[in-house]
């Protein structure tokens, strides 16, 4: 006797779960690796701003940077170590970075925060790039930290237990 036929509901369930398994699987495999492209692109761009275009940093920029560039070391190490406890070291940088940039970002775009005092050299209120209206240099290291950050919380939330 032949077995019956699955119904089309039962069919696109199983495919949208196949669907959703290859994801995942894509997913965690290459989170970490998206999220170190993320760190070296962010860490060229601020040195090519500042070294090759001559754009000082303002002392925000700066908190920036220090939260960024050990990131583009972590990721890699945590990769080739293949350290599945690489979203603790990451993480705790990457947020605050979301938190310096977007309060940089919002301090050049709105009237929302008084410009701090800047001791010396650039005041944090310089707009170097606008592209679009709304893309600055603290909008691009927002991006960046954000990108880190999720491809982090992706890693860490859909990594198989680990085998003991």
């Known amino acids: 006797m032949e077995t019956p036929l699955s119904s089309p509901g039962q069919a696109e369930e199983q495919l949208a779960a196949s669907w959703v398994d290859s994801l995942n699987d894509t997913l965690v495999g290459s989170a970490r690796h998206i999220a170190l492209l993320a760190a070296w692109v ?7 701003f500042s ?7 303002c002392l925000l920029c700066w908190y920036q940077r220090i939260l960024m560039y050990p990131l583009a070391v972590i990721l890699a190490v945590g990769i ?3 350290d599945r ?4 070291y990451v ?6 970075g979301i938190g310096v940039s977007l309060y940089h970002y919002l301090l050049i775009k709105t009237d929302w925060f008084p410009p701090p005092a800047c001791i010396s050299g650039v005041p944090c209120t ?3 790039l606008n592209w679009l209206g ?4 603290p909008f691009l290291a927002l991006t960046a930290f954000v990108i880190i950050s999720i491809m982090m919380f992706s890693y860490a939330w859909l990594l198989p237990p680990a085998a003991d």
Request: contains cysteine; proline residues 6%; aromatic residues 12%.
């Open 126 to 128: 310089v707009d170097y």
């Open 85 to 88: 406890g690489l979203a603790a």
């Open 42 to 48: 962010a860490t060229c761009g601020s040195l090519f």
């Open 80 to 82: 080739l170590r293949r």
């Open 134 to 137: 709304f893309v600055n240099i």
């Open 51 to 57: 070294e090759v275009l001559g754009w000082v940093p």
């Open 91 to 96: 993480l705790p940088l990457s947020l605050t």
